[in-house]
């Protein structure tokens, strides 16, 4: 019993009492940038193999050069060889018809030209010296020359494409039936290195994501 006048210690107050923890609001946790792809945004054009997004058509990307790789190297040497030799042929045959249509427009460009510049000259001798006309005529005289000139240079041009052409086919299939092995390994390490490099950016897109330019 505490003596009278005695002053009381205060009251201490019980400490508040902590909820429990089920009682706390719940924070959902952020998933990292790369796996949350309803909150950020990704690069444009980004169909990674981890986004959900990913369907089956986009696999065609980079299925369908694995197949065509796959179908050319299942190929015979002679039988891609003849293949690309056909189609260096056609080649040739279509670029010799466009140059003989060149040349053949330019000849006549200068059958017009020189037909008007001799009716020029006649209209000057029948109707006297008209100096307008004069002039006229030596103009038309220098295209006419100029025009027979650039025929010519694309005969010369046709000739050499032509030569040319032949000696590209001849080295074509020379090079696909003798050294096809080695073009096609280097072909395939090509595209293996491109593929990694490929699959490399797709999963590094996703890092990419968290950067300030795409957050």
Same mark, same amino acid.
């Given at each position: 019993?505490?003596?009278?006048?005695?002053?009381?210690?205060?009251?201490?107050?019980?400490?508040?009492?902590?909820?429990?923890?089920?009682?706390?609001?719940?924070?959902?946790?952020?998933?990292?940038?790369?796996?949350?792809?309803?909150?950020?945004?990704?690069?444009?054009? &980004?169909?990674?193999?981890?986004?959900?997004?990913?369907?089956?058509?986009?696999?065609? &990307?980079?299925?369908?050069?694995?197949?065509?790789?796959?179908?050319?190297?299942?190929?015979?040497?002679?039988?891609?060889?003849?293949?690309?030799?056909?189609?260096?042929?056609?080649?040739?045959?279509?670029?010799?018809?466009?140059?003989?249509?060149?040349?053949?427009?330019?000849?006549?460009?200068?059958?017009?030209?020189?037909?008007?510049?001799?009716?020029?000259?006649?209209?000057?001798?029948?109707?006297?010296?008209?100096?307008?006309?004069?002039?006229?005529?030596?103009?038309?005289?220098?295209?006419?020359?100029?025009?027979?000139?650039?025929?010519?240079?694309?005969?010369?041009?046709?000739?050499?494409?032509?030569?040319?052409?032949? $000696? $590209?086919?001849?080295?074509?299939?020379?090079?696909?039936?003798?050294?096809?092995?080695?073009?096609?390994?280097?072909?395939?390490?090509?595209?293996?290195?491109?593929?990694?490099?490929?699959?490399?950016?797709?999963?590094?897109?996703?890092?990419?994501?968290?950067?300030?330019?795409?957050?």
């Amino acid at each position: 019993m505490p003596l009278a006048g005695a002053r009381m210690p205060p009251r201490q107050s019980a400490p508040p009492e902590c909820p429990p923890r089920d009682a706390l609001p719940s924070r959902p946790m952020r998933k990292p940038a790369s796996m949350d792809f309803k909150t950020t945004p990704l690069p444009l054009g &980004y169909e990674g193999f981890d986004n959900p997004n990913f369907g089956v058509w986009h696999g065609c &990307y980079w299925v369908l050069p694995v197949f065509f790789g796959l179908f050319l190297s299942a190929l015979p040497p002679s039988v891609l060889g003849c293949w690309l030799f056909v189609v260096c042929c056609l080649l040739f045959v279509v670029c010799c018809c466009l140059l003989f249509v060149v040349c053949c427009l330019l000849f006549v460009v200068c059958c017009l030209v020189f037909v008007v510049g001799c009716l020029l000259v006649v209209c000057c001798l029948l109707f006297g010296g008209c100096w307008l006309l004069f002039v006229v005529c030596c103009l038309l005289f220098v295209v006419c020359c100029l025009l027979f000139l650039s025929f010519v240079v694309c005969c010369l041009l046709f000739v050499v494409c032509c030569c040319l052409l032949v $000696v $590209v086919c001849c080295l074509l299939s020379f090079l696909c039936c003798s050294l096809f092995p080695c073009l096609l390994f280097v072909c395939c390490l090509l595209f293996v290195v491109c593929c990694l490099f490929c699959l490399l950016i797709f999963r590094r897109l996703p890092d990419l994501a968290s950067f300030p330019p795409f957050s």
